[in-house]
């Protein structure tokens, strides 16, 4: 099978600019409007982490220096990580920031940088919590508005399977309360949590680590859904998304090789070689 040409560079706005516009003015309605949890110490930590691991990964390893992801990246752990210790969050930059040059296929990463800090400190110390992500209705509806413009206007074109997550996401809950007779309400609440839109937005939907095809990203989509929901319910997992989607992550070689599709690239594409 002949190797598939990068698509070719874009006109729309790179989503970067965006995404890290749409995180920071959350974090300061965190600071100055609803306490979400986040600490102005701890969020410092995590960014820095971020930023200055990026910077001594591309120095160690060549490349130009671009601090876009990874303030996407810091900016994400600070909405979502909660630790008893500022170090822990030092961790999560690190671990999320270094993982992008180490654990990479083909200029494509494995994991989603946050996704498998937060995981692996989940996995091995105690103290490490996820937002529960009650940012109150309106708020919420605001960033889920924005989120979904941000992915349509942009480069990435990533909507879809933020849309495919939700969707099947949803459908799950729904399914669930109707089954078990409860009411919509409870779904519909366990629906408005910010932490499930920035793991649909910035996570799942990160075009690095999802599948090339629309139908490769229906059918992660779907199956990081299902495998959450069955971690959640089933085996009593808490956060069942994250780990979903550093088990599932890995499947999406498998799906871009019998799916092909033109690989997704930035639209000011790094020279040969560079890593980002």
């Known amino acids: 099978m002949s190797e598939q040409k990068p698509a070719p560079a874009s006109r729309m706005p790179d989503a970067r ?9 959350l974090l300061l309605i965190n600071f100055w409007r609803i306490d979400f949890g986040a600490n102005p110490f701890a969020s410092a930590v995590a960014i820095g982490s971020t930023l200055i691991t990026q910077l001594a990964c591309a120095r160690l390893f060549g490349g130009p220096v671009d601090l876009r992801s990874p303030l996407i990246t ?3 752990l600070s909405l979502l990580l909660r630790a008893d210790a500022l170090w822990l969050h030092a961790a999560a930059g690190a671990i999320a920031i270094s993982s992008k040059f180490v654990l990479r296929v083909n200029g494509k990463h494995i994991f ?18 996820i937002s ?3 940012w109150g209705a309106d708020v919420w509806f ?3 508005v924005a989120c979904f413009a941000i992915l349509v206007l942009s480069a990435a074109r990533r909507a879809d399977i933020a849309i495919f997550f939700l969707v099947s996401h949803a459908a799950l809950l729904s399914a669930r309360a109707l089954w078990l007779g409860d009411p919509l309400a409870i779904p519909l609440h ?18 690095r680590t999802s599948p090339d095809s629309a139908l490769g990203r229906f059918l992660f989509a779907f199956a990081v859904a299902c495998l ?11 956060p069942a998304l994250y780990f979903a ?7 999406t070689f498998l799906i871009d090789r019998l799916i092909p599709a033109q690989p997704f690239t930035w639209r000011d594409r790094a020279p040969q070689g560079a890593l980002r």
């Open 142 to 144: 605001a960033a889920l």
């Open 190 to 207: 366990q629906l408005e949590s910010g932490s499930l839109l920035i793991f649909a937005f910035f996570m799942i939907s990160d075009p």
């Open 74 to 76: 810091g900016l994400s």
């Open 245 to 251: 989607l550093i088990l599932l992550s890995p499947a």
């Open 228 to 238: 959450a929901h069955y971690m959640a319910f089933f085996m009593q997992m808490r």
């Open 132 to 134: 529960p992500g009650q």
């Open 17 to 25: 600019y965006f995404q890290i516009g749409a995180l920071s003015s």
């Open 112 to 129: 989603n940088p946050a996704g498998l800090a937060i995981v692996i400190l989940l996995l091995t110390r105690a103290g490490v919590w």
